[in-house]
């Protein structure tokens, strides 16, 4: 594992710090109006964890938020009030990936460590556990019907799990080839839950057949950059495929045809988290030095750029109807020490 390594530049390498973004999806039907985007204003800040908050996703309801972070907690809030309502669990090592089941009754976990848990998102009770022996676990991603989980690997697997009791359900070798290693740093369902998409330190984009595990594609950007693959998030449509990379890019892709539609810089340094609106009219990313900005997919042009604050911004996640947003930031592996997650509106 490789989440300390630091460039020659001091950059810490986003890649490596994967906190799986892959969870940052919220899918719903709000529709934005791109006009009046660019007046988001922060609406409030939710208080409760010592560490860079790596994970961010919104309850289908809208109505909580769940986090992870390198304080070795996980938390879900009151999205409303900004109460924190439960702590799902304490420790030493940092939670990477957080999703909500699609009913909303459950939260899955992940942790480097690679212990991976099922909650109750109402009292907090464990429900399933799993230990796997691939170093560090990054992130994991709730399949739309909710009959599975697919979680991405340190040693590169991609595997899918049965959240019922964590039963391994698939296994396949994912990132066998390329690039810095093996690790897998971010994972996504298809909207129609038919494929996934994964992206890690063999800087490469790979799309799969979900139902057997067949590779469908291997796309790579024409860089001579470094280019870990750190967000991967699907279009509403299933259209399209945004990917966040560690030349500070976020790239469109087509699945279809397997070809890059779009790329634009999003980030002088590294770009980490994006997330799609419900409506499929805005892309939200985050980057190192506290880039948090707002873009429109069709063109590639910036709507707003929002501060939040000089840290780095890890996670990113629209609310299902698409009102607001939802940010993550703070010191890498810091567990000291104040990083609230900021909740911004969009007009």
């Not at 998409?197 to 950007?221: E, Y």
């Amino acid at each position: 594992m490789i989440r300390s390594r630091r460039p020659s530049n001091g950059v810490v390498p986003v890649a490596a710090l994967l906190l799986g973004l892959c969870v940052a999806l919220g899918l719903g039907q709000g529709t934005i109006d791109i006009e009046t985007a660019g007046r988001a204003v922060e609406l409030q800040q939710l208080t409760g964890h010592l560490g860079a908050v790596y994970s961010i996703a919104w309850s289908p309801d809208g109505s909580r938020i769940a986090t992870g972070s390198s304080d070795g907690t996980a938390h879900i809030w009151d999205a409303q009030t900004g109460t924190s309502l439960l702590t799902l669990e304490e420790g030493t090592s940092s939670r990477w990936g957080v999703a909500w089941s699609p009913d909303g009754t459950r939260v899955v976990t992940v942790q480097c460590g690679s212990m991976i848990r099922v909650w109750d998102a109402v009292t907090g009770e464990k429900l399933a556990e799993l230990a796997r022996p691939s170093g560090c676990d990054n992130c994991i991603a709730w399949s739309p019907d909710g009959t599975r989980l697919a979680l991405g690997e340190g040693n590169g697997a991609i595997v899918l799990l049965d959240p019922s009791d964590l039963r391994i359900v698939a296994e396949w070798p994912g990132h066998v080839e390329g690039g810095l290693s093996t690790e897998v740093i971010a994972i996504a369902w298809s909207p129609d839950g038919t494929r996934l998409a994964s992206g890690g330190l063999d800087f490469a984009l790979r799309i799969w057949d979900a139902a057997t595990g067949a590779p469908l594609a291997v796309l790579r950007a024409t860089t001579y950059a470094r280019n870990d693959i750190n967000g991967v998030a699907w279009s509403p449509d299933g259209r399209r495929i945004a990917t966040a990379g560690q030349d500070g890019y976020v790239r469109l892709w087509d699945p279809a045809e397997r070809v890059e539609v779009r790329s634009f810089r999003v980030s002088l340094s590294w770009a980490r988290g994006v997330s799609w609106s419900p409506d499929g009219t805005l892309l939200a990313t985050t980057g190192a030095a506290g880039r948090l900005g707002l873009w429109n997919p069709a063109t590639g042009e910036a709507v707003s750029t929002l501060s939040s604050s000089g840290y780095d911004v890890w996670a990113v996640a629209f609310s299902p109807a698409g009102t607001k947003l939802a940010s993550g930031s703070g010191r890498y592996e810091s567990r000291t020490g104040n990083s609230p997650i900021r909740i911004w509106g969009l007009p």
